[in-house]
């Protein structure tokens, strides 16, 4: 029974050791930085912090795009309030005089008639000019 446990026992122990050298070989190849997945995460890294500090940038620039654009829209209100209050103001103006009519025209000018009908006139193009487009 004994022998049988101890055979047992080899076994396992062997199989562990196969295991743990199959998997020290995936382990080299996946951080291996000239070429596998080490590369690729190398890559990334690199790739997430400048987007980190593009996002950053973008964030400064539009935080400074929303004050100019608070102060912005606080100035037209009050001009807004300043036009209608203008507005306002000139509802109480008196009307203004009534205005002179203007003196006649010198010359009345001729009545349109209503028979009268247009004409169209169609040129035809010269040869030359056909020539030159082509």
Do not use: W
């Not at 004994?2 to 190849?29: E, H, P, Q, T, W």
């Not at 000239?34 to 400064?60: F, H, P």
């Not at 309030?81 to 205005?99: G, V």
């Amino acid at each position: 029974m004994n022998l049988i446990a101890d055979i047992l026992m080899a076994a396992g122990s062997f199989g562990a050791a196969i295991y743990c050298y199959v998997l020290s070989a995936r382990l080299k190849k996946f951080t291996a930085l000239e070429n596998g997945m080490g590369s690729a995460i190398a890559v990334l890294s690199v790739q997430v912090d400048d987007m980190t500090k593009a996002l950053e940038k973008a964030r400064n620039s539009a935080s400074g795009s929303a004050t100019s654009l608070e102060g912005l829209t606080t100035r037209a209100e009050t001009v807004a309030a300043r036009i209608e209050l203008l507005l306002a103001s000139m509802h109480d103006l008196p009307d203004p005089a009534p205005r002179a009519a203007p003196p006649p025209a010198a010359a009345a000018p001729e009545p349109e008639d209503e028979d009268r009908k247009l004409r169209f006139i169609r040129r035809r193009s010269s040869r030359n000019d056909l020539e030159a487009a082509e």
